[in-house]
């Protein structure tokens, strides 16, 4: 990671900043001079641990803010929370999410709530509640999407329902919030495996399907993010494959 003072003076907003994905943008936005908002859940001593640390990089320049962004009420106080610490809001990166199996025959309202409210819901409204604060900036939205918004992944219906929804809600916001506000997504392929696990067998066979022929980091998401911040300036309503040429080899 360089370090360099493209976004000296911005304040950037990470939801699920605590680990993995998230950390990683939050890691590379600050180290291009932004001041973080590090979200969290339940991810308290993940995300005091990042903090910490970029405070010790550079003092006061993380702050942290807890929500549940399944309920739609918190959600504001996450934008309010970045004013407090920082005064401005130039990007907003809706990174949160939840992922699992719904297989069909074992789907119930509960699956549904919940992979549709962190993967969508919760975009949409963040999105809204931060969209007076980030017109005056002329600042940036990165919704983390997926290579399976477009094709399926097998027993994973609700969430690709979830994020194919997310991929449109990316270019709707950014036809609705443009000029002043630039809208973009990534779209990560086999950069992390699930936190659960997966067996090396499958590891292997989703490998060899890129035309890469290797699994990506978190540093590849993270670039693009930086590169969505700093230096796309003429790009908005576009979502990125990270994916080592995965979704060109299914």
Not at 203 to 212: D, F, G, R, S, V
Request: a neutral charge.
């Amino acid at each position: 990671m360089v370090n360099d003072a493209r976004l000296t003076g911005k304040t950037a907003l990470v939801t699920g900043s605590g680990k993995r994905l998230g950390a990683a943008i939050a890691r590379h936005l600050h180290a291009a001079g932004a001041d973080v908002v590090l979200h969290y859940r339940r991810s308290i001593d993940a995300a005091e641990r990042l903090r910490d640390e970029l405070n010790a990089a550079r003092p006061g320049s993380a702050a942290l803010a807890a929500a549940d962004i399944r309920d739609v009420s918190q959600l504001p106080g996450l934008i309010d929370a970045a004013l407090a610490a920082f005064g401005r809001l130039d990007v907003l990166v809706n990174n949160a999410s939840t992922f699992y199996p719904t297989a069909i025959g074992t789907i119930t309202p509960d699956h549904w709530e919940d992979l549709i409210g962190t993967n969508l819901k919760a975009p949409l409204f963040l999105s809204q509640a931060a969209a007076p604060h980030l017109r005056p900036t002329r600042g940036l939205i990165i919704n983390m999407v997926d290579i399976h918004a477009q094709r399926p992944l097998p027993e994973h219906t609700v969430y690709c329902v979830a994020k194919a929804g997310l991929a449109m809600l990316t270019r709707s916001l950014a036809r609705e919030l443009g000029p002043e506000i630039r809208v973009n997504g990534i779209a990560p392929g086999p950069v992390l495996w699930p936190e659960g696990g997966l067996e090396p067998e499958l590891q292997n066979e989703i490998i060899a399907k890129t035309a890469l022929k290797r699994a990506g980091a978190p540093d590849d998401i993270a670039r693009a993010a930086l590169y969505f911040a700093c230096d796309a300036s003429y790009v908005t309503g576009q979502i990125l494959a990270v994916d080592g040429g995965r979704s060109i080899g299914w």
